[in-house]
């Protein structure tokens, strides 16, 4: 793929570049930012433009508030405001930010014209608007008015073909439009990850479904040795192989397409390896009765909740051997301590692999909110912020909001 990466020739000099941003963040009760990661990852973007001398608007999303409306069919704005970011940002910029409380009404329009250069302003969340989602022309040349360079700096959110992400590109000429910093260094990750990886090269996955991460498994045949299978994905795996898996999460419907997988690897000269032991619950709960079963002999009342010891050991030894290692969902319940122990042991042999100058990335899911539970962020190559978006570019998808700057 030929990316146009960021367009370092844009002049931003008394301009205003419209950003859309991931700041869809976690919250707690009391609207207090519990993981800023993904604001931190779009600060240089937003500095390298307004130390440039240009102004900044800012769009995003913030959870999914036309889903979860009030009991009058209201939106629950006190929710899902970004307003409840606005300090959050001053701090971390050390700058004016301004907050509108729509995205493309009289106040959006009002306080983008007033903007001064070295000021931000953040728009109201993109998604109290029907037309965001839906992709909206319309919606999306007003959201385009309000700004002169349009930046993409959102990879969590360039698998959708929305307003903000993708449809506003059309408005802008190409020498108009780029990507930021973040969304660059995503694609080029993701892209030495898997276009001509330092062998061997294998692939971790976890998680919960077979079905979210089929495509993906059959796409790392194209270039993995090894793939690793840890999760409830696993119990399928075993199933299909007419094991015993007691209570454990199985999709019955993808017992045929787990089978073909594995005779497709095997074909394909790419060694599989399932988690030889569990970690079993008898319950799917933080405080289960626990016990260490071989995983396609778990007794019936019990699950498979964690990979057990013996396979974690077998996964990092094979981990800590690869010179590319591409890491997708968590290899347990990790948010249950009782459970966790798989999925920190592999991410451990990430670091042990990146120091000893392996090239690990770790994107798409829950494995990335696990590797920063653990404190090990730092200590792998690349943490990817883009959940969804990741998973599809690692598919070998051609991610909307890519193409519409590339285009
Ligand atoms: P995903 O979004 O597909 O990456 O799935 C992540 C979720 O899978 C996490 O919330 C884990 O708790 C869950 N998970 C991982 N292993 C298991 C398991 N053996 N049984 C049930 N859930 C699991």
């Not at 079905?211 to 299909?240: C, H, R, V």
């Not at 419907?253 to 000269?269: Q, S, T, V």
């Not at 008898?282 to 964690?306: E, R, Y």
Request: glycine share 8%; charged share 25%.
């Amino acid at each position: 793929m030929i990316v146009n990466f960021f367009n370092m020739n844009l002049n931003f000099k008394d301009n205003k570049a419209l950003i859309r941003v991931d700041f869809n963040v976690p919250l707690d009760k009391e609207y207090k930012i519990t993981d800023d990661t993904r604001i931190r990852e779009a600060i240089p973007t937003i500095r390298h433009i307004l130390d440039q001398g240009g102004a900044v608007i800012l769009m995003s999303h913030l959870g999914r508030p036309l889903e979860k409306l009030n009991s009058d069919g209201s939106i629950n704005r006190e929710k899902f405001t970004l307003q409840h970011l606005v300090k959050h940002l001053k701090k971390k910029l050390k700058a004016k930010v301004h907050f509108a409380d729509d995205c493309v009404g009289k106040q959006a329009v009002k306080k983008a014209a007033a903007l001064k250069p070295g000021e931000v302003l953040l728009l109201e969340n993109t998604r109290f608007y029907q037309e965001e989602e839906k992709g909206d022309e319309a919606f999306a040349q007003k959201l385009a008015a309000l700004g002169d360079i349009y930046v993409n700096d959102a990879f969590g959110t360039a698998h959708r073909a929305h307003a903000s992400t993708t449809i506003v590109a059309r408005f802008f000429d190409k020498q108009h439009k780029t990507f930021g910093f973040l969304m660059e260094r995503e694609i080029e990750n993701a892209t030495r990850a898997m276009k001509e990886p330092a062998k061997p090269v294998t692939c971790v996955t976890g998680g919960s479904k077979v079905s979210d991460k089929i495509m993906l498994l059959e796409k790392f045949l194209d270039y993995a040795d090894n793939i690793l299978i840890g999760g409830a994905m696993a119990y399928t795996f075993f199933q299909a192989k007419k094991g015993a898996v007691g209570n454990s999460l199985v999709e019955p419907d993808k017992l045929k397409i787990a089978k073909e997988f594995l005779k497709k690897a095997k074909a394909a000269g790419v060694k599989v390896v399932l988690p030889k032991d569990s970690v079993c619950g008898d319950k799917f709960a933080a405080d289960a009765a626990t016990q260490v079963c071989p995983s396609n002999q778990i007794p019936d009342g019990w699950m498979g909740l964690d990979i057990g010891p013996a396979a974690a050991r077998a996964f990092a030894g094979v981990i800590r051997k690869s010179h590319t290692v591409i890491w997708n969902g968590p290899m347990g319940v990790f948010e249950m301590e009782a459970f966790a122990n798989g999925t920190r042991v592999v991410a451990k042999a990430c670091a042990a692999a990146t120091k000893k100058g392996a090239f690990t990335m770790v994107g798409g899911g829950d494995s990335v909110a696990a590797v920063n539970q653990m404190k090990l962020s730092k200590k792998v190559s690349f943490v990817s912020t883009g959940g969804g978006a990741m998973l599809e570019f690692l598919e070998g998808k051609e991610l909307p909001g890519i193409k519409a700057i590339t285009e």
